[in-house]
């Protein structure tokens, strides 16, 4: 699958810069929006900024602000090689605004709307429906960043640091995108919402991130590659399904983000690839052939496989809850409107891209039973899109598995039933086992200890959470990368630590 590979590469040096960058950096905010040419514009966003780099400065990577980190920019929209690697200190990287290049002739591919020209403005009848859209996805950017902040100090490498710092500039980048839509085309509420992106904060009992699992701590390194191989994994799904926008701003946003995305789910697949192996090495080494010989296991500094698979089953249970109802009015709304398609819209056959008649299966809970019911497509849109991300994930899960495999250990990685520890949508309020039997209340008690990581995970996580900042040097539970990043060695000095 394309998007576990890092195909990005440094700009070739034969590319002539006039040629190639088109992004201008002699702009206090790059881009390749011809922000100057908008004055009121760029006067509304460089008046965030500030406000910008003081949430950065309060809520990014606590401690790291000095050192000089080996990150990309973007400097082009160009797939064949967008980016630059350079040291950079983090509040010095330049977060610009840049969108896929237009698509001449495109047209809206869904909804009562389709093959009418893309809207280029917004259309005032689907305002505050199309805000809304922008406003939460804008909300999961810096939300992440608030959840990583203080992983750079358990770092079990420079290479994952530098990754980390990577995954967590982009996310601020892509805040970026989203207030540069929100403060061109919608006026003063969307200088007000981009205002109060900077406001809400992570976990907070007052005035917390809009969405749930962005609410979660965080709090250690295996959460970390989970979150972004699951997590940064439904943001792949919503991109793509807002590339599929008929407002062609937010489409083009969104396809220039998701290039992006990219290499987050490639940092999550990779780390929890390098601790299963690190994993399995250490087992052999040791002569354990039994995954659940929980104690031998974590004595030799490594994390047992079962604890793996609790962790990923948290991971994917409230990621799937982000999807929102599997029967929803408002996602019919937005596809209807040709806000928001479905996963690859475009390039779907087999349907009207209009719905009116169409049905989805969906599964439900009635009275007492998991049943399967068809019901009108246009209100399924988020199931939908929910059962397409549960096959997105299934391609790094066989990957990890092989590696078990190949290693001789009788253990599989598996995904949870989609009800599993759901609290939104058909599942919330039952308890559901990973195989899909219907529980009661204490039946779950007795078991879900076995299922989702308990006190002593926890504890046992908390106690390998020590930093390894020497350069090629890796903690004891991961194993080194296969390869370094822009083709540099892994003994490189990812982060020059201040
Ligand atoms: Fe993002
Ligand atoms: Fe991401």
Redesign the pocket.
Known sequence: MSETIDTLTEVPESVSSEKFVEVKYDDSIPNNVDLASDKQLQRALESWHPGYLNWWKDMGPDGFQDAEVYLRTAVGVDPAGWAKFGYVKMPQYRWGILLAPKVEGRTIPCGRHKGEPVWQEVPGEYRSLLRRLIVIQADTEPASVEQQRYLGKTAPSLYDMRNLFQ?NV??GRHLWAMVYLLVKHFGKDGREEAQALLERRSGQQGNPRILGAFNERTPDWLSFFMFTYFT?RD?KMQLAALAESGFDPLSRSCRFMLTE?AH?LFVGETGVGRMIEATCTAMKKAGISDPNDTAAIRALGVVDLPLLQRKANFHMSVTRDLFGSEISSNAADAFSAGLKGRFNEAGLTGDDHQLQDATYAVTRVVDGKLVVEDVPALRAINCRLLDDYIADCQGGIDRWNKVIEKAGINFRFTQPHKGFNRRIGEFGGHRISPAGELLSEAQWAAQQGGWLPNDADGAFIQSLMKPCVEPGQYASWIAPPRMGINGQPGEYEYVKIA
Request: zero cysteines.
């Open positions: 995954v982009e996310e940064d943001g995305e987050h």
